[in-house]
């Protein structure tokens, strides 16, 4: 496989060949940044090189700047409501690593001192709920559950109930994995967010994206966003080989911000997304 | 499934189309454009280029040759998809049973590919060919894996061997090599081997799958993989190839609307065939892999072969046999028929599913994704709610027998007037059918059904309520309905 640094170094030498152009577009597509995103990044760097290639210009930090260009200008933080439980509501196709996100989330507000409480609204996939509450057993946080196969949307209910009864700072719903194509289940998505506004209102949707994902991860991003009004997202499974490079083309095309990463399997393995880290990242080795 | 790259194929080659003669420069135009819709589709950037000059080599050295015959354009079709089906993988293959039982299958793959509930779904399968499978827990490592291969084991009724609770209790190793004592003095012919997704690049649990798979020296290794995954593909692959090694892979979420275009690499990079693909979320959704039917997918080419095996599947030989002796003596096509039907096509699955594999379905993708499956339910509910003289002879339903199957199946009357009015279009038609009138136009499905094999009348004219453009509701309506339905029940019979 090429090498993006051995690209940079012909840059500075001034002696871009066609082959090398192809090489750094193959370097970006591989990192899934996308055929057209690629596109329009090469376009820049293409631009940037006829202004330096005299001198030996700074082809790595204007990439960087092409590339940050891209990102999401939408806040990152997850602002806390200030008289009343927030909630959050974690979205997203299955095997993503949504139930592992809503472990990590625990125990993320548990060290910053808030109480927890949390909704399995997965009822669907088998063992889902035991899954999450193994963890909330560990993390000390309490679990709301319903019957496997029961109403979703009951569960939240019964969960947002819980959490303000109890004046939970955050309340968290786990909802089951599904291809964003169904049509169906993604209503059922809706359903859960006015069940639970009938209550209090849902302050955060985090969009969980594998970062493996391909291309297709921009119109997982789309679709969740047209049934849910996603806020976020949070990209998973970071400490593989996987760039994450569609998260900057989830992004760039729909403007969401990405809030958090995940990049293990520990309850502690959980980042707030730092967007030069990211970055750098995609063009390192 | 590959509906964007369908898409992008059908696209590129309606341009070609209307080119007589074809030059160099069309085909590798439609070069370029076949390589910028796979890249697209994730495919791995150097094998799209690889057959991408297959495809223009092949089809310049025909060139003259294509252009000779009648239809330049389907020569050149004709190459790109026998071209795909090679990278798809050729001929088809199987799992191959071990001369001496038991089988042992091993899962591997990635966090999240889906391997436990692919486990379900390939117990079930080997077990309604036949055998008695056995699955051995040896994902000890996710939250949970195992009370959810014993969720699914249940549903299915295989049997789980789990002797250790998992979440990170017990030795993977030890329970993979006791399975397979166990299923030994059982008797169980196929064992399952579930074990804990990984990173490609996490050593450590590389070397626990090495370790599972020397102690009981799998006949396959199938490699599990997201059909949504990106160019990480390739990579993860090869890291499972070079560590525990695989010798077939599986397809996961093709029920999505990925591309899948990183399979297609995994397939070129590895040599590995793909064996199967599943589908859905329900266990039966799962199917054996065909690299021809699935490039005929993409290329918007349908797929009847596999609709009329799950047709045949799901309708048991007693009423098929029923259907096409009344067809053949030329009696008249019942409700009572037409409900023996909708049972059977609640048997097939999802009819979304099964709508998206006929020929052009990619032009009605958004009706087919919206198809409510709860249409055949309803539908149902209103000829179970008639009489068996009226769902032989629908002719005497006036307007309070109508009024009352409508209260008795808690719909409205109107429903149960189109559903009248679509049947007796679709009786209409199988009469036609019968006298060789072929079918009204637009309505290949059925005949091809029938050349399939498929039972008589197994078509879906009558009263499935597919949202338009479907058969169903172009049937014609009646200009003359009268507010009173006693008044229009006279009109209409």
């Not at chain 1, 709920?129 to 209910?157: C, H, L, N, Y």
């Not at chain 2, 420069?25 to 799209?48: C, N, Q």
């Not at chain 2, 789980?160 to 993977?172: K, L, R, S």
């Amino acid at each position: 496989m090429a090498l993006f640094s051995k690209i940079f170094a012909k840059f500075r030498g001034g002696a871009i060949a066609p082959a090398d152009w192809e090489e750094f577009e193959s370097l970006l597509i591989e990192a899934d940044l996308g055929a057209h995103l690629t596109g329009e990044i090469i376009e820049i760097s293409k631009e940037l090189a006829r202004g330096r290639s005299s001198e030996s210009g700074d082809i790595e930090g204007a990439l960087l700047h092409a590339l940050r260009e891209k990102l999401s200008p939408a806040s990152r933080s997850i602002p806390r409501a200030d008289e009343r439980t927030t909630s959050i509501m974690i979205v997203g196709v299955n095997g993503t690593g949504k139930t592992t996100s809503v472990a990590k989330l625990m125990q993320y507000f548990k060290s910053q001192g808030a109480s927890v409480v949390v909704a399995a609204a997965d009822t669907f996939r088998a063992a889902a709920i035991d899954q999450i509450q193994t963890w909330g057993d560990r993390i000390g946080v309490p679990v709301i559950v319903g019957k496997t196969e029961g109403d979703p949307a009951s569960v939240a209910f019964d969960g947002i109930k819980r959490a303000i009864g109890d004046h939970a700072d955050i309340f968290i719903i786990d909802t089951a994995g599904r291809l964003h194509t169904k049509s169906g289940l993604m209503d059922e998505l809706g359903k859960i967010r006015r069940v639970v506004e009938k209550v209090s209102p849902i302050d955060e949707v985090l969009l969980v994206v594998d970062a493996t994902t391909g291309q297709n991860g921009i119109a997982q991003a789309k679709l969740f966003a047209e049934s849910v009004a996603v806020t976020g997202l949070i990209l998973t499974k970071m400490d593989g080989s996987a760039k994450g490079g569609v998260a900057l083309a989830i992004e760039a095309t729909t403007g969401i911000p990405v809030k958090f990463i995940g990049s293990g399997e520990g309850a502690g393995d959980l980042q707030l997304f730092e967007p030069e880290l990211y970055l750098k990242g995609l063009i390192s080795e | 499934m590959f509906d964007k790259l369908t898409s992008k194929f059908s696209s590129a080659f309606s341009s070609l189309r209307s080119k007589g003669r074809l030059k160099s420069g069309d085909i590798e135009a439609i070069g370029a454009e076949i390589r910028a819709a796979l890249i697209e589709s994730d495919v791995a950037l150097d094998v799209v280029d690889k057959f991408i000059a297959r495809i223009i080599d092949r089809s310049l050295e025909k060139l003259e040759e294509v252009n000779k015959g009648i239809n330049p354009s389907q020569a050149i079709f004709t190459i790109v998809n026998e071209e795909l089906t090679a990278i798809l993988g050729g001929n088809s293959r199987r799992i191959t049973l071990a001369k001496k039982p038991p089988t042992v299958i091993m899962l591997t793959g990635l966090q999240g590919a889906g391997k436990t509930s692919l486990a379900g779904k390939l117990a079930l399968h080997l077990k309604s060919a036949g055998n008695t499978p056995l699955l051995v827990a040896s994902d000890l490592q996710r939250p949970n894996a195992v009370t959810q291969l014993q969720v699914v084991g249940a549903s299915i009724k295989v049997p789980v061997f789990a002797p250790e609770p998992g979440n990170g209790v017990g030795d993977p190793v030890s329970v993979a090599k006791a399975g397979l004592v166990f299923a030994q003095e059982k008797l169980y012919n196929i064992v399952i081997v579930d074990t804990a997704g990984r990173l490609g690049v996490d050593q450590e649990l590389m070397n626990e799958a090495i370790r599972i798979r020397d102690a009981v020296s799998p006949d396959e290794i199938l490699f599990v993989v997201d059909a949504m995954v990106g160019q990480d593909a390739v990579r993860a692959a090869e890291a499972f190839q070079a560590g525990v090694g695989f010798d077939g892979v599986v397809l996961t979420k093709l029920d999505g609307d990925a591309r899948g275009g990183a399979a297609l690499s995994i397939l070129e990079k590895t040599g590995k065939p793909i064996l199967f693909a599943s589908t859905g979320e329900k266990v039966e959704d799962f199917d054996l892999f065909y690299p021809d039917r699935m490039a005929s997918r993409i290329l918007g080419l349908g797929d009847i072969q596999t609709l009329a095996e799950q047709a045949k599947r799901s309708m048991d030989s007693a009423t098929t046999s029923r259907l096409e002796e009344k067809f053949i003596k030329g009696e008249d096509f019942t409700l009572t028929d037409f409900l023996a039907q909708l049972e059977a096509m609640k048997n097939m699955g999802s009819m979304s599913k099964m709508l998206a594999m006929l020929p052009g379905a990619g032009a009605i993708k958004k009706q087919i994704e919206n198809f409510d499956d709860n249409e055949l339910v309803r539908t149902q509910a209103i000829v179970q709610s008639m009489t068996p003289i009226e769902r032989n002879d629908p002719k005497v339903l006036n307007g309070s027998r109508r009024a009352r199957i409508a209260k008795g199946s808690g719909r409205q009357v109107s429903e149960v007037n189109n559903l009248v009015d679509r049947f007796s279009a679709a009786q209409k038609m199988m009469k036609q059918m019968r006298s060789g009138k072929g079918m009204p136009a637009g309505m290949g499905l059925p005949a091809g059904m029938a050349r399939m094999g498929m039972p008589a009348g197994m078509g879906m004219p009558a009263g499935m309520g597919l949202p338009a453009p479907s058969p169903g509701r172009t049937a014609p309506k009646k200009k003359s309905k009268s507010g009173n339905p006693a008044k229009r029940a006279a009109e209409e019979s």
